[in-house]
């Protein structure tokens, strides 16, 4: 979002992640088997609105229920994917007396609220046996995520006679699918998954032993420890966040790497030659497996988001593709000019065309790419899920920026790609909110406008419009008022005279 690239910052502490255990839930069908998924809920702050599987954080009590076959940390991991696999999805995978679904579902309701997991074991005589979940790999989340956990993934065979169900919270939906219709949806783009989710699909689709299907599931491709090099959240959208000096609490830009075969690389941004080869190294292993770079995509010019384009382009030998508006402020020669309403189409195994849309506002070049077939959209600065999105004049324009922000809801968007935070899987809900909160803040400013006898400056303005948030933030929000109000004056809603304001 910087227009200056004032040299990396030093990368922000790691949190450490948190224990988690993780279950892939599976049962036998007439040919292959059928895997147990769930629809995480839109609003939880990690991979929300995603697919996944049973699973969830280890918690200290799940340290005090006994194991059979186990001990210590080992047999804690145990014991949460079994109380995560109860309480998500109602089985029970404990060995003793058999019982009612009736029954198990009371019990469900009483762990759930509050009753304690191991206390319900004891009481019925039951107890978790450590042959019953088999290691299926670890998977650690990627340092620049705000929530990270340290996930063991369990392969575990669905206990016979007892039904699986989703009850409503964190959880929007859940329901038994053959892995081979769980990757059609992926391919899609109607069910994001992350890498462990992914690769645990590939493995059950060809699902001939439990055996067979364990050393596959804990043998993942592109790791380095435990840390997935590919995230590819639905086929043909690869994203690879890079270090970048950005506005903060950002601290990456998402490069993404776009197609099946025929490739486009968007916003490369780390000014730093060791960052960008964390994208060439995910190119060149994508050409290992027969694809081919066509291009890099520049979605504007500022520093966080054209930073490595030299670097890259020299590396793959690629040309360099932007709007006219960014190409006369790139850092290198831009051969190909973009321009609205046309489709840059990749073929392979899933041929992908890809919309140019023109969204001004942020930066006048502005350019978001979405794909015909998904709706997905990468939409660089349009919106970021972690930090703000700054509209400085005079180039920045609140009222063209919010007009496309509008056009991008009203396609409607699928799933949105930022170049800063988290994806999500569901572009309009965020567009919807977004705009809401443009206009409370607009509103704020008007209010606090009227709120004072004379016309008066920004100095005074911004602390009043932004009592919100923290003093520190007011140097940015002092460029977003300056937008705000020049969008006021062109609506005759507020009169300027001499760096001074008033409500008109
Ligand atoms: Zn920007």
Same mark, same amino acid.
């Given at each position: 979002m910087s227009e200056a690239i004032a040299g990396l910052p030093p990368p922000p502490p790691a949190k450490p992640p948190r224990e988690a255990s993780a279950v892939i839930v599976f049962r036998r069908a007439s040919d292959g088997v059928e895997v147990f998924w769930l629809e995480r809920e839109q609003r939880l702050s990690f991979a929300g609105g995603f697919f996944a599987f049973p699973g969830g954080k280890v918690d200290a009590a799940d340290a005090q229920v006994p194991v059979e076959g186990a001990t210590g940390l080992e047999a804690q991991r145990l014991v949460t994917a079994a109380r995560e696999l109860f309480e998500e999805t109602g089985l029970l995978l404990a060995r003793g007396p058999s019982m009612s679904q009736p029954t198990l579902d009371g019990l469900r309701t009483r762990v759930l609220t509050g009753g304690g997991f191991g206390a319900m074991l004891e009481a019925h005589g039951l107890v978790v046996h450590a042959a019953d979940f088999v290691e299926a790999g670890r998977w650690v989340t990627p340092p620049y995520l705000q929530h990270r956990f340290d996930a063991r993934f369990f392969l575990a065979e669905a206990p016979a006679g007892q039904q699986a169900s989703v009850w409503p919270g964190e959880l929007t939906s859940g329901e038994w699918v053959r892995p081979e219709a769980a990757l059609e949806r992926w391919a899609a783009g109607t069910a994001l998954l992350h890498p462990p989710n992914l690769h645990a699909l590939r493995v059950m689709s060809r699902f001939s032993s439990v055996a067979a299907a364990a050393a596959e599931l804990s043998a993942p491709p592109f790791c380095d420890d435990f840390i997935a090099r590919h995230l590819e959240f639905q086929r043909g959208v690869h994203v690879v966040p890079l270090l970048t000096p950005t506005l903060p609490p950002a601290t990456h830009t998402n490069a993404y790497v776009l197609g099946t075969k025929e490739l486009l690389l968007v916003d490369p941004g780390a000014p730093d030659d060791a960052e960008c080869e964390k994208l060439v190294t995910v190119v060149r292993e994508l050409m290992a497996e027969g694809c081919a770079p066509q291009a890099i995509v520049l979605t504007h010019h500022h520093g966080d988001h054209v930073g490595g384009v030299k670097y890259l382009s020299a590396q793959l030998g690629l040309p360099v593709w932007a709007h006219a508006l960014t190409a006369d402020r790139a850092p290198v020669p831009v051969s190909r000019l973009l321009n609205d309403g046309e489709v840059l189409a990749l073929d392979g195994p899933l041929p992908m065309r890809w919309r140019v849309l023109h969204t001004p506002g942020h930066a006048s070049g502005h350019l978001c790419l979405v794909d015909?077939? $998904? $709706?997905?959209?990468?939409v660089g600065d349009m919106v970021s899920t972690v930090s703000t999105i700054v509209i400085d004049p005079p180039e920045g324009d609140m009222a063209v920026y919010l007009r496309q922000l509008e056009r991008l809801r009203e396609l409607p968007l699928g799933a949105l790609y930022p170049a800063h935070g988290p994806v999500l899987a569901h572009g309009v809900a965020r567009l919807e909110e977004y705009l809401t909160h443009r206009a409370w803040r607009e509103a704020k400013v008007l209010e606090a406008l009227g709120s004072f006898a004379l016309p008066v400056g920004l100095d005074a303005l911004v602390p009043r419009a932004y009592d919100d948030v923290g003093a520190f933030i007011w140097p940015i929000a002092e460029r977003n008022t300056v937008a705000i109000l020049a969008k006021l004056v062109a609506e005759h809603r507020v009169i300027g005279l001499e760096g001074k304001y008033r409500v008109a």
């Amino acid at each position: 979002m910087s227009e200056a690239i004032a040299g990396l910052p030093p990368p922000p502490p790691a949190k450490p992640p948190r224990e988690a255990s993780a279950v892939i839930v599976f049962r036998r069908a007439s040919d292959g088997v059928e895997v147990f998924w769930l629809e995480r809920e839109q609003r939880l702050s990690f991979a929300g609105g995603f697919f996944a599987f049973p699973g969830g954080k280890v918690d200290a009590a799940d340290a005090q229920v006994p194991v059979e076959g186990a001990t210590g940390l080992e047999a804690q991991r145990l014991v949460t994917a079994a109380r995560e696999l109860f309480e998500e999805t109602g089985l029970l995978l404990a060995r003793g007396p058999s019982m009612s679904q009736p029954t198990l579902d009371g019990l469900r309701t009483r762990v759930l609220t509050g009753g304690g997991f191991g206390a319900m074991l004891e009481a019925h005589g039951l107890v978790v046996h450590a042959a019953d979940f088999v290691e299926a790999g670890r998977w650690v989340t990627p340092p620049y995520l705000q929530h990270r956990f340290d996930a063991r993934f369990f392969l575990a065979e669905a206990p016979a006679g007892q039904q699986a169900s989703v009850w409503p919270g964190e959880l929007t939906s859940g329901e038994w699918v053959r892995p081979e219709a769980a990757l059609e949806r992926w391919a899609a783009g109607t069910a994001l998954l992350h890498p462990p989710n992914l690769h645990a699909l590939r493995v059950m689709s060809r699902f001939s032993s439990v055996a067979a299907a364990a050393a596959e599931l804990s043998a993942p491709p592109f790791c380095d420890d435990f840390i997935a090099r590919h995230l590819e959240f639905q086929r043909g959208v690869h994203v690879v966040p890079l270090l970048t000096p950005t506005l903060p609490p950002a601290t990456h830009t998402n490069a993404y790497v776009l197609g099946t075969k025929e490739l486009l690389l968007v916003d490369p941004g780390a000014p730093d030659d060791a960052e960008c080869e964390k994208l060439v190294t995910v190119v060149r292993e994508l050409m290992a497996e027969g694809c081919a770079p066509q291009a890099i995509v520049l979605t504007h010019h500022h520093g966080d988001h054209v930073g490595g384009v030299k670097y890259l382009s020299a590396q793959l030998g690629l040309p360099v593709w932007a709007h006219a508006l960014t190409a006369d402020r790139a850092p290198v020669p831009v051969s190909r000019l973009l321009n609205d309403g046309e489709v840059l189409a990749l073929d392979g195994p899933l041929p992908m065309r890809w919309r140019v849309l023109h969204t001004p506002g942020h930066a006048s070049g502005h350019l978001c790419l979405v794909d015909e077939r $998904s $709706s997905a959209g990468i939409v660089g600065d349009m919106v970021s899920t972690v930090s703000t999105i700054v509209i400085d004049p005079p180039e920045g324009d609140m009222a063209v920026y919010l007009r496309q922000l509008e056009r991008l809801r009203e396609l409607p968007l699928g799933a949105l790609y930022p170049a800063h935070g988290p994806v999500l899987a569901h572009g309009v809900a965020r567009l919807e909110e977004y705009l809401t909160h443009r206009a409370w803040r607009e509103a704020k400013v008007l209010e606090a406008l009227g709120s004072f006898a004379l016309p008066v400056g920004l100095d005074a303005l911004v602390p009043r419009a932004y009592d919100d948030v923290g003093a520190f933030i007011w140097p940015i929000a002092e460029r977003n008022t300056v937008a705000i109000l020049a969008k006021l004056v062109a609506e005759h809603r507020v009169i300027g005279l001499e760096g001074k304001y008033r409500v008109a």
